[in-house]
């Protein structure tokens, strides 16, 4: 929904490169939110794998494990604990089917679609 940047801690914007998770986040019907997490890319055999991140292919397959919720909407959620803000992250994300899957106990969230 509207202009869409995914953004590394440096400011690069890494948009056209991490194609699954823009794909992902695309459907989300906020028209500000702010997510906190990690790209991944996996191995064949489902290990998360760094060089496969550093090419191409494994930028455009790549997942994101989204651990927390910075804003949304218009409300900047930094005042709320982080669990209570990892709690709305994965109510946002179950309600729009973007969770395939649950790692380290509720609070990781996988997003995109990682084809290994």
């Given at each position: ?57 494994g ?38 089917r ?19």
């Open positions: 929904m509207g202009l869409q940047h995914r953004r590394a801690r440096n400011g690069r914007d890494w948009s056209a490169e991490f194609v699954a998770i823009t794909e992902a986040l695309r459907v989300l019907p906020f028209r500000r939110i702010m997510l906190d997490g990690e790209a991944v890319s996996h191995c064949l055999d489902g290990l998360p794998d760094f060089h496969k991140l550093m090419s191409r292919d930028q455009a397959t790549a997942c994101l494990y989204a651990f927390d919720l910075i804003w949304l909407e218009a409300q900047d959620l930094r005042g709320i604990e982080l669990i209570g803000r990892r709690r709305m992250l994965q109510k946002a994300l179950v309600r729009e973007l969770v395939y899957e649950a790692g380290a106990g509720e609070y990781e969230t996988r997003v995109g679609s990682d084809r290994g």
